[in-house]
């Protein structure tokens, strides 16, 4: 069985940090791709953050280049997101993502349908 099992999301004032992790079960997890989606109330889900198999390759989206960074532990099968810089507009439940290896990634790979398997969230709230 599948699990992907979010953690880190929190309650900070603007210009604060936090780092989310995910961990994830059930696959090969240096097989996939691991992204951060966000999701604000009455918007859509929004790609964050990618990471490549092998950890090498990141994508951002521009919302959040320059202060999020995604990384990850092969060995030990977790993802990351560091978020720095905090503002009101980062408010969203969180969510990792695992996809397949595709294409070199780009912009356009951080579309919520190349994922397959999806955690269930946690709700990071930025406060002024």
């Known amino acids: 069985q599948v699990q992907l099992v979010e953690s880190g999301g929190d309650s900070v004032q603007a210009g604060g940090s936090l780092r989310l992790s995910c961990y994830v079960s059930g696959l090969i997890f240096t097989s996939k791709r691991m992204a951060w989606f966000r999701q604000a109330p009455g918007k859509e889900r929004e790609g964050v953050a990618l990471?490549?198999?092998?950890?090498?390759?990141?994508v951002y989206a521009d919302s959040v280049k320059g202060r999020f960074t995604i990384s990850r532990d092969n060995a030990k099968n977790w993802a990351y997101l560091q978020m720095n810089s905090l503002n009101p507009e980062d408010t969203a439940i969180y969510y990792c993502?695992?996809?397949?290896?595709?294409?070199?990634?780009?912009?356009?790979?951080?579309?919520?349908?190349?994922?397959?398997?999806w955690g269930q969230g946690t709700q990071v709230t930025v406060s002024s």
């Open positions: 990471i490549s198999a092998g950890g090498r390759d990141t």
């Open positions: 993502a695992a996809g397949d290896i595709g294409p070199p990634l780009t912009t356009e790979s951080l579309h919520p349908r190349l994922y397959t398997n």
